[in-house]
């Protein structure tokens, strides 16, 4: 299992893997975005101009987050970086990736 880790490790400290885990985030803080957005055109009469902003600043979020994705996933596979689904290697790849894009919350602070 060692020899996992390494592997792991070795795609971890690549700018690639950072990439993937900031285009992670950002899909994750899309719909946060839009679920604000839809909540501030809702409760406040915004003049028509100004009900574009949020919408743009959500759909910038969104596109940034699928272009970081996608930069860094083909990064991966064109370094041969990226294990193929199926393997050890893999499933410990995308357990990191789960535990960078959500890190825990810490208890007792």
């Known amino acids: 299992m060692a020899e996992v880790d390494k592997a792991v490790e070795r ?10 885990v900031v285009g992670y985030r950002c899909l994750l803080l899309g719909p946060l975005m839009m679920g604000l957005t839809i909540g501030a055109i809702a409760l406040w009469s915004l003049k028509p101009p100004l009900v574009w902003v949020p919408i743009a600043i959500t759909f910038g979020t969104v596109f940034a987050g699928v272009a970081a994705g996608w ?7 064109a370094r041969r970086l990226m294990p193929r689904g199926g393997t050890n290697r893999h499933a410990a790849l ?8 959500m890190p825990r919350a810490r208890r007792g602070t």
């Open 11 to 20: 795609i971890r400290v690549t700018w690639a893997y950072r990439l993937l």
């Open 71 to 77: 930069v860094g996933l083909a990064t991966l596979y």
């Open 94 to 101: 995308m357990k990191t990736l789960r535990r960078d894009v």
